[in-house]
């Protein structure tokens, strides 16, 4: 029942900007975790960003100060701002949820949903 579906994605030259979304279900769970995570052939997939329920935030140390996760709670929204692009984060990116848990250490195998994914190419 639970549903991710992220947009936003596409092709921007590096130093660009781009504004990922994530649109959920309704989330009938006292706590949780949202997340967005990337992946790119041939490596493991890392995670980028997470929210908690309270609003605690977590960066990887490679998009830190670059990206900016929030929520929009009345559309069950989440963005991922992402300024700055370098082709480094060239990668598909996933938004993910952990029902229940405060998972701001990005490991993925704390995360029970995932979308499937939007790609994002930075050029240089």
């Known amino acids: 029942q639970v549903q991710l579906v992220e947009s936003g994605g596409g092709s921007v030259q590096a130093g660009g900007s781009l504004r990922l979304s994530c649109a959920t279900s309704r989330l009938d769970y006292n706590t949780y975790s949202l997340a967005w995570f990337r992946q790119v052939p041939g490596k493991e997939r890392e995670g980028v960003a997470a929210?908690?329920?309270?609003?605690?935030?977590n960066y990887a140390l490679s998009v830190k100060g670059r990206f900016t996760i929030s929520q929009d709670n009345l559309k069950n929204t989440l963005y991922l701002q992402m300024n700055s692009l370098k082709p480094e984060d060239t990668a598909m990116y996933y938004c993910?949820?952990?029902?229940?848990?405060?998972?701001?250490?990005?490991?993925?195998?704390?995360?029970?949903?995932w979308g499937q994914g939007t790609q994002v190419t930075v050029s240089s």
């Open positions: 929210i908690y329920s309270d609003g605690i935030t």
């Open positions: 993910a949820l952990a029902p229940f848990v405060r998972a701001l250490d990005l490991r993925r195998s704390r995360f029970a949903y």
